[in-house]
């Protein structure tokens, strides 16, 4: 059972262009998070999803940023215009179920670089 | 809101020495805490877990018990080898209702041969 997929893994723009991250959750796994890892921090909660909804958007930067999880493909996360301050790895991890007790298991990540 | 607090690194230790990294916490609700480590350039590990006070996590001769009276889970080992040099997260999902995971910033911890 392959684990959590995440590509690219590293991802280099410029500052104005648009950057797609793709996450691919474990077979069976229909919860999909997004994390943000800056610099010299822990990571910070972005998004969650289901298939075709976002059930919790609270950590999402409010303009630029965007989420989907659709029926068939993988979870892609949306960044529009990006500039130097959205330089960070980001992370994905999916869940069997939701809730307090079932493990969220993580991809290697996406470092992005805006130039 | 929901927080957690973990020792600040870089923490550098000898092979076979003890090791305890501290862990303290804020939250709504009764959570559930959580270790996680970081290889270099590599995703989070879940390290160990404990979902109720007085429960104890353990993997990979790893420790930590969750202590709602110190609102603590502080992680530890007995002796620590070369290998375990990484970076450990703390964390806590709450069971307030929160989806995500909220992280500490990390401890970088350096095993010395």
């Known amino acids: 059972n392959a684990g959590v997929m995440q590509n690219p893994r590293h991802l280099v723009r410029r500052r104005g262009q648009e950057a797609r991250l793709r996450c691919s959750p474990m077979?069976?796994?229909?919860?999909v998070y997004w994390y943000r890892q800056l610099p010299e921090e822990g990571l910070k909660f972005m998004v969650y999803?289901?298939?075709?909804?976002?059930?919790?958007e609270s950590g999402m930067p409010k303009e630029r940023f965007s989420a989907e999880f659709p029926k068939e493909g993988p979870s892609i996360l949306r960044i529009q215009q990006v500039v130097r301050g959205d330089s960070a790895a980001y992370f994905c991890?999916?869940?069997?179920?939701?809730?307090?007790?079932?493990?969220?298991?993580f991809g290697p990540g996406t470092r992005l670089t805006v130039l | 809101g929901d927080s957690v607090t973990q020792m600040e690194g870089p923490v550098t230790l000898s092979e076979e020495a003890f090791l305890t990294i501290n862990c303290t916490y804020t939250?709504?609700?009764?959570?559930?805490l959580f270790w996680y480590v970081q290889y270099p350039g590599e995703g989070l590990q879940l390290l160990l877990k404990?979902?109720?006070?007085?429960d104890k996590g353990s993997n990979k001769g790893f420790e930590a018990t969750y202590r709602k009276e110190t609102t603590s889970f502080h992680l530890e080992k007995g002796s620590v080898q070369v290998s375990d040099s990484a970076v450990y997260f703390c964390?806590?999902?709450?069971?307030?209702?929160?989806?995500?995971?909220?992280f500490g910033k990390g401890t970088h911890l350096i095993i010395q041969p």
């Open positions: 999803l289901q298939k075709e909804n976002i059930i919790d």
């Open positions: 964390a806590l999902m709450s069971g307030g209702g929160a989806d995500g995971l909220t």
């Open positions: 991890a999916s869940s069997e179920l939701a809730g307090v007790r079932n493990e969220q298991f």
């Open positions: 404990a979902t109720k006070a007085d």
């Open positions: 939250a709504t609700g009764y959570p559930s």
């Open positions: 077979k069976g796994h229909s919860h």
